[in-house]
């Protein structure tokens, strides 16, 4: 109670008058039900995300991408191996401009 309190900055007697509202508005007999599903709600949200936490650090990376190698995203010559110059400029036609 003391974190929503230090949360939206509200004192005792401010706390007060809000749970008067509240009893007011839904009486007696509806408050232990009301605080029963929240508590339900905060239980199944907790669980969710303890469940989500758990996938998330079940899931590592797959057999295939243990074993397989990362590839370059530079294109290789197919002949030599090599690397081509990032520096020289392609026509997209390549050998058709040639007239």
Request: hydrophobic share 40%.
């Amino acid at each position: 109670m003391n974190i929503v309190a230090s949360f939206m900055n509200l004192g005792g007697p401010d706390l007060l008058v809000i749970l008067l509202i509240i009893l007011v508005l839904f009486g007696a007999k509806k408050l232990p039900e009301l605080a029963r599903g929240l508590g339900q709600a905060i239980k199944e949200f907790q669980k969710a995300k303890d469940e989500f936490t758990d996938e998330l650090h079940k899931a590592g990376p797959t057999e295939a991408a243990k074993t397989t190698p990362p590839q370059s995203t530079i294109p290789q010559d197919q002949a030599s191996g090599a690397q081509p110059d990032a520096n020289r400029t392609v026509n997209p036609g390549g050998q058709a401009d040639k007239v």
